[in-house]
């Protein structure tokens, strides 16, 4: 199965304005983009809490942009341009796509807000609560047997 969005002309400012719009129009309080280096951020404020998503670009010079995929020839400056371009597109199509279903999630019922959003919940040092849940999963999985898949109720 191909990635979502990966042959989308659709602008990286054109996906961070959707962002954007879709959180205000779920209610946010604020919203933030940035970025530096190979490292984006998007972060919003809504329902008292502070939601941040990190996205990491690709390395514009890595080999899958400086050369074709076929037959391995070295592209031109501005082939590589354009599928470097092209692969930041895709994620933040993707990352429109994730935050504006996980919102409609919600506002259905289907989940709560706090569920949604857990791992990107910004806490008040800074940290997000992911940076504390992983390393207690990975040791819980460690320690003890699986529960079923299907329980017993």
Same mark, same amino acid.
């Not at 969005?5 to 659709?10: H, L, Q």
């Not at 502070?50 to 942009?65: C, K, S, T």
């Not at 400086?66 to 371009?85: D, I, V």
């Not at 609560?129 to 003890?144: F, K, L, Q, T």
């Given at each position: 199965?191909? !990635?979502?969005?990966? #042959?989308?002309?659709?602008?990286?400012? !054109?996906?961070?304005? @959707?962002?954007?719009? =879709?959180?205000?129009?779920?209610?946010?309080?604020?919203?933030?983009?940035?970025?530096?280096?190979?490292?984006?951020?998007?972060?919003?404020?809504?329902? *008292?809490?502070?939601?941040?998503?990190?996205?990491?670009? +690709?390395?514009? #010079?890595?080999? *899958?942009? =400086?050369?074709?995929?076929?037959?391995?020839?070295?592209?031109?400056?501005?082939? $590589?341009?354009?599928?470097? *371009?092209?692969?930041?597109?895709?994620?933040?199509?993707?990352?429109?796509?994730?935050?504006? $279903?996980?919102?409609?999630?919600? @506002?259905?019922?289907?989940?709560?807000?706090? &569920? @949604?959003?857990?791992?990107?919940?910004?806490? +008040?040092?800074?940290?997000?609560? !992911?940076?504390?849940?992983?390393?207690?999963?990975?040791?819980?999985?460690?320690?003890?047997?699986?529960?079923?898949?299907?329980? &017993?109720?």
């Amino acid at each position: 199965m191909g !990635r979502y969005g990966v #042959d989308t002309s659709v602008s990286v400012e !054109r996906s961070i304005g @959707e962002i954007q719009s =879709t959180l205000q129009r779920y209610g946010a309080d604020g919203f933030l983009h940035g970025w530096k280096g190979a490292q984006a951020m998007v972060q919003f404020e809504m329902q *008292e809490r502070r939601i941040r998503f990190m996205l990491v670009l +690709p390395d514009r #010079d890595a080999r *899958e942009f =400086t050369h074709t995929p076929s037959r391995g020839t070295k592209r031109s400056a501005s082939q $590589a341009l354009e599928a470097y *371009e092209q692969a930041c597109r895709q994620r933040y199509r993707a990352l429109a796509l994730v935050i504006k $279903a996980k919102l409609e999630a919600v @506002e259905s019922g289907i989940t709560q807000f706090e &569920d @949604e959003f857990l791992a990107h919940i910004v806490l +008040p040092d800074g940290s997000q609560v !992911r940076d504390h849940v992983r390393p207690a999963i990975a040791a819980s999985y460690e320690r003890g047997a699986m529960v079923p898949l299907l329980p &017993d109720r």
